[in-house]
Nanobody
Framework: QVQLVESGGGLVQAGGSLKLSCKAS????????MGWYRQAPGQARELAAT?????NYADFARDRFSISRNMLTKTVDIQMDNLKPEDTAVYYC??????????????WGQGTQVTVSS
């Protein structure tokens, strides 16, 4: 089955940087979009950035985060700079695919914790 494996989370001081990586594996026919979402305690999961035919950033990410992907290795990275305590959350990798019939399938990683100390 399709799996998403995330890496790169951790603890960083405010103003620091982290890079999250996610590698997809398994029977993937066609990738439409890859990206990152996040969920802080007590909050709903929210988009950070996605990349596909277009690149889409949340307002909080637009000037500080940079998303990239490698279609050959099926990886998506997000470089996060000038991190703030409010960026503390579990970050989830996201994959939007289509199977050979054109049916859409979505997948999520297990999440990686990012903690920004003040």
């Amino acid at each position: 089955q399709v799996q998403l494996v995330e890496s790169g989370g951790g603890l960083v001081q405010a103003g620091g940087s982290l890079k999250l990586s996610c590698k997809a594996s398994g029977p993937i026919f066609s990738i439409a979009t890859m990206g990152w979402y996040r969920q802080a305690p007590g909050q709903a999961r929210e988009l950070a950035a996605t990349i596909g035919a277009h690149t889409n950033y949340a307002d909080f990410a637009r000037d500080r985060f940079s998303i990239s992907r490698n279609m050959l290795t099926k990886t998506v990275d997000i470089q996060m700079d000038n991190l703030k305590p409010e960026d503390t959350a579990v970050y989830y990798c996201y994959l939007d695919t289509h199977d050979f019939r054109g049916n859409r399938r979505e997948y999520w990683g297990q999440g990686t914790q990012v903690t920004v100390s003040s």
